[in-house]
């Protein structure tokens, strides 16, 4: 599967933005779409994913309650629309995909190209 991910950009604290990732390819081989991201001299964590076929969903504590993952199965896309961003959302966010049934953000096994966020104060 290939992913493509855009949507990212320079983004006032307090601000929002959405992330967009089109997957093509075998996308029927893989369960979940989700998005990952690492920060500045910090390991990849897992920010939110989504079970493409019973839509079960993920979010880190860190964006709980201020994010939204969707999926179109149709156009084979996920989005993540993010809101009150903070500093610490900085980072390059991965659109990734997975294979097992029922896990998500947990091991991944494709990762797309990157796409940066900044949210400047």
């Known amino acids: 599967v290939q992913l493509q991910a855009s949507g990212g950009g320079l983004v006032q604290v307090g601000g929002s933005l959405r992330l967009s990732c089109v997957a093509s390819?075998?996308?029927?081989?893989?369960?979940?779409i989700g998005w990952f991201r690492q920060a500045p001299g910090k390991e990849r964590e897992a920010v939110s994913c989504?079970?493409?076929?019973?839509?079960?969903?993920y979010y880190a504590d860190s964006v709980k309650g201020r994010s939204t993952i969707s999926k179109d199965n149709a156009k084979n896309t996920v989005d993540l629309q993010m809101s009150r961003l903070e500093p610490e959302d900085t980072a390059v966010y991965y659109c990734?995909?997975?294979?097992?049934?029922?896990?998500?953000?947990?091991?991944?096994?494709?990762w797309g190209q990157g796409t940066l966020v900044t949210v400047s104060s």
């Open positions: 990734t995909a997975s294979r097992p049934w029922g896990r998500l953000c947990q091991s991944q096994d494709e």
């Open positions: 390819g075998s996308v029927r081989d893989y369960y979940a």
């Open positions: 989504i079970g493409m076929y019973d839509g079960s969903i």
